[in-house]
């Protein structure tokens, strides 16, 4: 069975560091775009980064710019995302979610797999 599998998350203050994994089971990571998205209580699923399988083309949302770095380490069959600075806005569900075809990074239902999520609280 497909499986991805999130980890890393946690309680952070504000200003501190997590990473993120994503791990595949069952396939290859690396033939697949592979997208993070957040859901915050009462909200909607949020694009936050996408690396793409066809060109290591990588996507950010405005609000994670400058702050937030994903990667993969294919030898792993893992993606990573980076995230510095961490601010209570970006306390949510954090989701990883593979595509084999890309079309629009940020939207959800353009994902063929999705992970169980992970917890990210932001506060102080």
């Known amino acids: 069975q497909v499986q991805l599998v999130e980890s890393g998350g946690g309680l952070v203050q504000p200003g501190g560091s997590l990473t993120l994994s994503c791990a595949a089971s069952r396939f290859t990571l690396n033939y697949y775009a592979i997208g993070w998205f957040r859901q915050a209580p009462g909200k909607g699923r949020e694009g936050v980064s996408c690396?793409?399988?066809?060109?290591?083309?990588?996507y950010y949302a405005d609000s994670v710019k400058g702050r937030f770095t994903i990667s993969r380490d294919n030898a792993k069959n893992t993606v990573y995302l980076q995230m510095n600075n961490l601010e209570p806005n970006d306390t949510a569900v954090y989701y990883c979610?593979?595509?084999?075809?890309?079309?629009?990074?940020?939207?959800?239902?353009?994902?063929?797999?999705w992970g169980q999520g992970t917890q990210v609280t932001v506060s102080s």
């Open positions: 979610a593979a595509a084999r075809v890309l079309v629009k990074w940020w939207v959800p239902v353009g994902y063929d797999y």
């Open positions: 690396t793409s399988n066809s060109d290591g083309s990588t």
